[in-house]
C-alpha cells in the first residue's frame, strides 16, 4: 500500500513545507519573502536543486526534502535575490555555470549578513566581497569553474528551448522542454535565463531599478538601468 501512496504524500510533504518556510520567510525577512511571492512556485524533478527565471521557481522536492527548515528558508531568499539583482537577464554569452557561480558568490553573503541560513558548502569567498556578478565571473578561473565543453553548459533554458540536448531529462518527467539547470559544487538555487517572452517587458519596467552590465544586448537598450 505504501508503495503507492508514499511518492504522493512525499510531494504533499514537501508541498506544505514549501509552503510553510514561505511564510515564514515573509514574516521574518519581508524584503525576500515579498519577492518570493512574484515567482510561481513548481516542483521539478529535471531540477537538481531550485531554479528560477525570473518567473518561475522550480524546486526538486527531493533536494527540499534535504533541507532543515531554515535552510529551506534561506534557499528560497537565495533564489529570489538572483531576479531581483537581474541575474537572469545579464548572462548574455557568458559561460552558465561560471555565471551561477559569479551569481552564487555575490548573493549568498548578503544573505548571511541579513542572517540567514544557507546550506553547507554554499559559495562564499572573501575574495569577492562587494563585487558584482560580473566583476566575480572576470576572476573566477575559466579552466576550473567553467567548462564550456562540459554537457552542464549545455544544460541551460535556451538550449532547452531549442529541444536538441539528449541528456537533459535524465532526472525529470519525461517532456523534451523540462527546464535545467548547470551545476557546480556548492551551487544552489540556479539561475536560468530569462524566458524571451518577458525580456522586452524587463527592459520597460523592473530594469530601471537593476544595475546592468554595459554590452546589455539590444532588447534590454533605452532601460534606465546604469552601467557598472
Ligand atoms: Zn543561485
Same mark, same amino acid.
Given at each position: 500500500?505504501?508503495?503507492?501512496?508514499?511518492?504522493?504524500?512525499?510531494?504533499?510533504?514537501? $508541498?506544505?513545507?514549501?509552503?510553510?518556510?514561505?511564510?515564514?520567510?515573509?514574516?521574518? !525577512?519581508?524584503?525576500?519573502?515579498?519577492?518570493?511571492?512574484?515567482?510561481?512556485?513548481?516542483?521539478?524533478?529535471?531540477?537538481?536543486?531550485?531554479?528560477?527565471?525570473?518567473?518561475?521557481?522550480?524546486?526538486?522536492? $527531493?533536494?527540499?526534502?534535504?533541507?532543515? #527548515?531554515?535552510?529551506? &528558508?534561506?534557499?528560497? #531568499?537565495? $533564489?529570489?535575490?538572483?531576479?531581483?539583482? &537581474? !541575474?537572469?537577464?545579464?548572462?548574455?554569452?557568458?559561460?552558465?555555470?561560471?555565471?551561477?557561480?559569479?551569481?552564487?558568490?555575490?548573493?549568498?553573503?548578503?544573505?548571511?549578513?541579513?542572517?540567514?541560513?544557507?546550506?553547507?558548502?554554499?559559495?562564499?569567498?572573501?575574495?569577492?566581497?562587494?563585487?558584482?556578478?560580473?566583476?566575480?565571473?572576470?576572476?573566477?578561473?575559466?579552466?576550473?569553474?567553467?567548462?564550456?565543453?562540459?554537457?552542464?553548459? &549545455?544544460?541551460?533554458? #535556451?538550449?532547452?528551448?531549442?529541444?536538441?540536448?539528449?541528456?537533459?531529462?535524465?532526472?525529470?518527467?519525461?517532456?523534451?522542454?523540462?527546464?535545467?539547470?548547470?551545476?557546480?559544487?556548492?551551487?544552489?538555487?540556479?539561475?536560468?535565463?530569462?524566458?524571451?517572452?518577458?525580456?522586452? !517587458?524587463?527592459?520597460?519596467?523592473?530594469?530601471?531599478?537593476?544595475?546592468?552590465?554595459?554590452?546589455?544586448?539590444?532588447?534590454?537598450?533605452?532601460?534606465?538601468?546604469?552601467?557598472?
Amino acid at each position: 500500500m505504501n508503495t503507492i501512496s508514499s511518492p504522493h504524500l512525499a510531494a504533499e510533504a514537501c $508541498e506544505a513545507r514549501f509552503k510553510k518556510a514561505r511564510t515564514a520567510l515573509l514574516l521574518d !525577512h519581508p524584503f525576500f519573502g515579498t519577492l518570493l511571492f512574484r515567482l510561481a512556485a513548481k516542483p521539478q524533478s529535471s531540477i537538481k536543486t531550485m531554479a528560477t527565471d525570473g518567473v518561475s521557481l522550480y524546486y526538486n522536492p $527531493e533536494f527540499v526534502n534535504t533541507l532543515t #527548515a531554515a535552510e529551506l &528558508q534561506g534557499t528560497l #531568499a537565495h $533564489e529570489v535575490m538572483h531576479p531581483a539583482l &537581474q !541575474h537572469h537577464a545579464r548572462r548574455n554569452d557568458r559561460d552558465a555555470r561560471r555565471w551561477n557561480m559569479a551569481c552564487d558568490y555575490a548573493i549568498n553573503p548578503m544573505l548571511i549578513n541579513a542572517g540567514l541560513t544557507l546550506p553547507k558548502d554554499v559559495l562564499v569567498d572573501g575574495r569577492f566581497a562587494g563585487m558584482s556578478a560580473e566583476e566575480i565571473y572576470n576572476r573566477l578561473d575559466p579552466e576550473n569553474e567553467g567548462c564550456p565543453d562540459d554537457e552542464s553548459q &549545455q544544460n541551460t533554458s #535556451a538550449d532547452a528551448k531549442s529541444g536538441d540536448s539528449a541528456k537533459r531529462n535524465e532526472g525529470g518527467e519525461g517532456a523534451s522542454d523540462d527546464p535545467t539547470a548547470p551545476e557546480s559544487p556548492g551551487g544552489i538555487g540556479q539561475v536560468l535565463d530569462a524566458p524571451e517572452e518577458v525580456v522586452p !517587458h524587463l527592459s520597460t519596467s523592473k530594469l530601471g531599478n537593476g544595475k546592468l552590465p554595459c554590452n546589455r544586448p539590444k532588447t534590454l537598450r533605452g532601460s534606465r538601468a546604469r552601467c557598472q
